[in-house]
């Protein structure tokens, strides 16, 4: 069979097929090698419909294992995986579909009548196993000829929103997957002992690409959740070794009583990342728990690049050290020159887990990739004297909402279009429980009546629902520097 670098890496361990690879909380589970039985099906269907090397195969779908199979199979047959979020709407998917002209789209069973007339061919699942990318499958062979993929071939697209309100799709090839995996299974001293509790969705890097990746490389097992849920949480975690989430996992879990000392004594690892831990959670599941989460940094361009340490002082408020093969350095937001450490800047980062460049978008890669292989992050932080990174701000203007992304010059965008509405600014707030929430200051036009519902319903077609303003307010003007650039720092304090 022919080298195909991720799937390979990915699946070196399978010799263990009585090995549990996914459990499923009603008790069904997989092995590996039905997993890789079905991604043998599912690829021979993507070659069926014509999907050759290089194309792409978007999936919108519930999280399940056939998913998982789905990405597999994307690789055996060469192509490039393109996963969205099922929150996005029609609108938002459109612009995926224009930007990455994908060759299938499977898309989520209730919502293929959303979908009629897209520009490729529509195959559709639900969370059950149900729906016609299975039925297609169900009757073609296991057995699958891999394609010859080499380490700088591209193996996803990952889409991340950009300042300008338009998606950039991060290229990910074969070996920037792989590299960071095996460099964080070494790291994170994971084997086929562990199982990961796996409650994160699987169309981000961290479910995806870190998680999964992680699990099967080593063939450890996942306890596969739908998604994160309090009961089943506390239900499962008597059963597993490790757990990744976003800090919001963690202050969920801290806020119920259930969550004690002795049902994590067993715990081997928590891991913390896509958004800024406070402090004060660090200390109090420590309190709590006896356990120091171990928080690491990372990005959709470039996985995973700094971690605390597994042996060793795991720092709260620090993203860590960089990884072994990852170069992170400081520099002048303005002019890019290095800065002397402990001087706070421009977070950059190089190494095999970078990524090629954003897809059909060489201004925008040219802008954020230098040509020596630094990505520019648009994260603000400075290193200590020990060598641990401190992420301190964000050039970008980003919000983070319970480990989401949300640009707020999209939201300002569909804002601005509605009728009688002059102008808008999106920012965000503290919230307990998503760390940002998302809060918006409207100015409308002479005469029109502010209505907040009429707002919302409005939005709603456009956006996905975790993007639409939690707190939204009128202004008769925004507050403007003498440039006359929006002060969102002053929204936030007055309106925070
Ligand atoms: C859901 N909602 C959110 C939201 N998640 N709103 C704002 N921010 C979020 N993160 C909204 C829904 O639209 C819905 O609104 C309502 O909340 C309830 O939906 P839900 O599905 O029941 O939400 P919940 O279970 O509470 O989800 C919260 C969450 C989830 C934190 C568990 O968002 C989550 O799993 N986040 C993880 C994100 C992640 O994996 N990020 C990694 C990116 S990779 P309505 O209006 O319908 O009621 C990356 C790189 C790296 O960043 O370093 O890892
Ligand atoms: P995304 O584009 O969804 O991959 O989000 C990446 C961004 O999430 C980074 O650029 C950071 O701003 C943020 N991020 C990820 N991990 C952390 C962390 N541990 N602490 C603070 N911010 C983080």
Request: glycine share 10%; proline share 5%; net charge negative.
């Amino acid at each position: 069979m022919a080298a195909n670098h991720l799937f390979d890496g990915l699946l070196a361990a399978t010799g263990r097929e009585s090995h549990r690879l996914l459990r499923l909380p009603g008790g069904d589970s997989w092995s590996y090698a039905e997993l890789v039985d079905l991604s043998g099906r599912l690829a021979n269907l993507l070659q069926a419909q014509g999907v050759k090397p290089g194309d792409r195969v978007a999936a919108q779908v519930a999280k399940s294992v056939t998913a998982i199979a789905l990405y597999l199979a994307t690789l055996r047959a060469g192509a490039v995986f393109l996963p969205l979020n099922p929150a996005y709407t029609r609108a938002e998917v459109d612009y995926f579909l224009a930007d990455a002209r994908p060759a299938v789209f499977v898309c989520e069973r209730e919502r293929e009548a959303e979908f009629v007339g897209v520009d490729a061919r529509i195959l559709n699942l639900d969370g059950t196993g149900g729906g016609s990318l299975l039925a297609a499958a169900q009757s073609l062979s296991t057995e699958f000829s891999n394609l010859e993929r080499g380490p700088r071939d591209l193996a996803a697209i990952l889409y991340t929103s950009g300042t300008t309100g338009l998606s950039k799709g991060a290229m990910l090839s074969h070996d920037n997957l792989l590299s960071n995996a095996l460099t964080l299974v070494d790291y994170w001293r994971f084997t086929a002992d562990d199982a990961l509790l796996h409650a994160l969705p699987i169309f981000h890097t961290h479910g995806l690409f870190v998680a999964t990746n992680i699990a099967m490389i080593c063939g450890a097992a996942m306890i596969f959740l739908p998604r994160f849920d309090l009961d089943l949480m506390i239900e499962q975690l008597p059963h597993a070794t490790t757990l990744m989430g976003v800090p919001t996992f963690y202050t969920r879990l801290l806020a119920d009583p259930r969550f004690e000392r002795k049902l994590v004594a067993h715990m081997r690892l928590f891991v913390s990342g896509s958004a800024p831990m406070l402090a004060e959670t660090h200390a109090r599941f420590a309190a709590t728990t006896g356990h120091q989460i171990l928080e690491r940094y990372g990005m959709t361009e470039t996985n995973m690049n700094t971690s605390n340490p597994y042996v060793g002082e795991r720092r709260a408020g620090s993203v860590g050290l960089p990884l072994p093969g990852v170069t992170v350095t400081i520099t002048d937001p303005q002019s890019g020159a290095p800065l002397a450490a402990g001087e706070t800047g421009m977070i950059e980062v190089r190494g095999p887990n970078v990524f090629l460049g954003y897809w059909r978008n060489p201004e925008k890669t040219t802008l954020e990739l230098r040509e020596n292989g630094f990505f520019i992050t648009g994260d603000l932080g400075k290193f200590d004297a020990d060598g641990y990174l401190q992420i301190l701000g964000r050039e970008k203007d980003l919000i983070i909402s319970g480990g989401y992304n949300i640009y707020p010059k999209q939201v300002e965008t569909e804002i601005d279009a509605l009728d009688g509405v002059m102008e808008s600014a999106v920012f965000g707030i503290p919230d307990a429980d998503l760390g940002e929430a998302v809060a918006a200051a409207v100015v409308l036009a002479a005469g029109t009546v502010f209505d907040q519902e009429q707002i919302l319903a409005a939005l709603r077609p456009m956006l996905a629902r975790f993007k639409l303003p939690r707190k939204l307010m009128q202004l008769d003007e925004l507050p403007r520097n003498a440039m006359g650039k929006v002060q969102k720092n002053l929204l936030r304090e007055r309106y925070g």
